[in-house]
């Protein structure tokens, strides 16, 4: 009897759900002022609270480091290359900013926020009821090297993002490349030709596994994709180790077995390549 009494307590003592109580239990290891921003939001849904709602509950993932680059207010950092972020961790942030902010994320909405950029803006269309635009497919290294006849050391794709009418992807310069031990003796500069190569790259990526109209991707035999020629090239920036190469291309035409992309690359937003043209053959199944 006493036992029975003393698990009826218990449950009576539990903070009820969508309660200030339960708000409190959730966002215990924030800080104060990311909770006072979460009870005031409860109380006003003002959105001008949203924003540091968000990132407080990120950074109390964080470790003490990561969180000072978060507080720098770089919107490009990437959730997990750059603050150390793992897919669970994301999974247990995100749970709490949907008891914070009374929103509902699936899964598959997360695949394609990598930086804190995209966090802002899923969260701002979550909030506005606006529908959430689909990226693309989002595929990992590991899923993109599964795919490539080109392998490690000459995979210069670290992830993808495809949908019909382009590609975006990223290339990590590590420093670790060998050929930067000569390219240049005690100043490593990344190749403009390697750049080139890595919008090649994407390009075939995107004839493997894109929704490119007119093209069977089943049918292109990956063993034999070339890169027969580049038009209209450009290169406007020198990029170092430790940068990331932001790549983008896009179809323009489409005559098996040919197939003409455009391309460029940015760098932290700074423009660093240009190709007007983009040449592949390929052979089919």
Known sequence: ????????????????????ELLKDTLKRCSPKTIDAALKFRETKDPSLVSAI?????????EPEMAEKLNSGDDSLNLMEDLGLDSLTMIEAIMMVEEALGV??????????????????????????????SKGVFYPLEEIAAEMP????????????????????????TGQEAFLKGHFKDNPVFPASIMLE???????????KGQIDGL?????????????GADGVRCSRI??????????VSLKRLHLPLAVFSGKITVGGEKAVVVEEITLAFAQK
């Open 150 to 173: 080109h392998q490690e050391p000459f995979l210069f794709l670290s992830e993808a993002n495809l949908d019909r009418a382009s590609a975006n992807g990223c290339y990590r310069i």
């Open 104 to 133: 509902s994320i699936k899964n598959e909405e997360l695949i394609s926020l990598r930086t804190i950029q995209d966090l802002k803006e899923f969260i701002d269309m979550k909030m506005s009821g606006s529908r959430t635009e």
């Open 216 to 228: 069977d991707r089943s049918s292109v035999n990956a063993s034999e994709v070339y890169f027969t």
């Open 1 to 20: 009897m006493s036992d029975q009494t003393q698990t009826t307590t218990d449950l009576g003592s539990a903070p009820a759900p969508g309660s200030v």
């Open 54 to 62: 968000v990132l407080g509950i990120v950074e109390r993932f964080l």
């Open 198 to 208: 890595a919008l090649g790259q994407l390009a075939v990526f995107s004839l493997l």
């Open 239 to 248: 990029c170092k180790p430790g940068e990331t190469l932001d790549l983008e």
